[in-house]
């Protein structure tokens, strides 16, 4: 049983640089959406997707930007990383299309911008 | 803004006492749910509960809902080493479109 995969699990970012992580499901969710956490300030919500071919913004969108080309992917994309954006990233799906249902969540990708 | 404040931050328990952790909210929710997560790793759902139900069981856990009160708390009951985690409640967020989470309570219970 697979689940939600993400990639990389953990990287050493310079600040500036371009970077994707990579979010796989396979339970065939409509809705998937990307948190990120911070000591202290818990999960907040980056973007979400509650279809494929649609994407919207969360409580913290600013520097991030994702696309749903399909179902199963929803890759989150930090096109000049700055050290602010060091956490832990997760990534989650639910079947109910909206974020009203349970959500299933990856393992996280740590990433670290120096 | 976060929608749900979780109370206590931390909590620090003997195994076999219970645990309970409570929630507050700021607007109309649909439904509550509680996460769980071990150290290191990604959130599990543990229970949901919907605006209109008050109490709902699972297990050991144990969740209330006040609406009128905008609070929800968790219940573990006998409490073991291996529910040492963090406990977040999740709310809805603009009008069911995501959940946003609290920032959390951690549980420790030693043995």
């Known amino acids: 049983i697979a689940g939600i995969t993400q990639a990389p699990t953990s990287q050493i970012l310079a600040a500036g640089r371009r970077m994707t992580l990579r979010c796989t499901q396979d339970?065939?969710?409509?809705?998937m959406y990307w948190y990120r956490q911070d000591l202290g300030l818990g999960l907040r919500l980056i973007h979400y997707?509650?279809?494929?071919?649609?994407?919207g913004k969360g409580e913290v969108p600013d520097g991030y930007s994702v696309s749903r080309a399909n179902t199963d992917d929803f890759p989150l994309t930090l096109a000049s990383a700055v050290p602010s954006q060091t956490s832990v990233y997760f990534c989650?799906?639910?079947?109910?299309?909206?974020?009203?249902?349970?959500?299933?969540f990856g393992e996280g990708s740590r990433l670290t911008v120096l | 803004s976060q929608q749900g404040e979780e109370d206590p931050q931390a909590l620090s328990i003997q195994e076999g006492e219970n645990a309970t952790m409570n929630c507050s909210y700021k607007t109309s929710i649909n439904n509550l749910q509680w996460y769980r997560q071990n150290s290191g790793r990604g959130l599990v759902h543990l229970i949901l509960i919907r605006s209109n139900e008050r109490e709902k069981h699972s297990g050991r856990l144990r969740v209330t809902l006040d609406t009128s009160k905008k609070s929800s708390s968790l219940l573990i009951t006998a409490s073991r080493a291996a529910d040492t985690a963090s406990y977040f409640c999740a709310t809805d967020w603009q009008a069911g479109t995501a959940l946003i989470f609290g920032k959390g309570t951690t549980l420790s219970v030693s043995s």
């Open positions: 989650a799906s639910s079947g109910g299309g909206r974020g009203t249902g349970e959500l299933f």
């Open positions: 339970m065939r969710h409509n809705a």
């Open positions: 997707s509650n279809t494929a071919g649609t994407t």
